[in-house]
Nanobody, 119 residues
Framework: QVQLAESGGGLVQPGGSLRLSCAAS????????MGWYRQAPGKQRELVAT???????NYADSVKGRFTISRDNTKNTVYLQMNSPKPEDTAVYYC?????????????WGQGTQVTVSS
């Protein structure tokens, strides 16, 4: 059963824009803090942004002011709007859902979508 599914990745030029989408199951989405993480070749996975069910957001310093995370509760979907992307933003972007299940923190991950920023 697929719980998270990312889409929208691809090739984008520096200074352009791209929007990633992550569709989640209803039960996961309703009780989770949603987030975007990314992993570049040879590097550790890092947090990009998170958003709570009430809309509170948090961003990595490296993307603050350029990327925007949002969620549509009617579609059980979280988005990452990438404006003014830089070559260093190139990575596989993963959708994440974190929630409490039986008093344990549980994370669910999507398969990832490749974002390449190049001129």
């Amino acid at each position: 059963q697929v719980q998270l599914a990312e889409s929208g990745g691809g090739l984008v030029q520096p200074g352009g824009s791209l929007r990633l989408s992550c569709a989640a199951s209803r039960t996961i989405f309703a009780t989770s803090v949603m987030g975007w993480y990314r992993q570049a070749p040879g590097k550790q996975r890092e947090l990009v942004a998170t958003i709570t069910s009430s809309g509170s957001t948090n961003y990595a310093d490296s993307v603050k002011g350029r990327f925007t995370i949002s969620r549509d509760n009617t579609k059980n979907t979280v988005y990452l709007q990438m404006n003014s992307p830089k070559p260093e933003d190139t990575a596989v972007y993963y959708c994440n859902a974190r929630r409490v299940v039986a008093n344990e923190l549980v994370s669910s991950w999507g398969q990832g979508t490749q974002v390449t920023v190049s001129s």
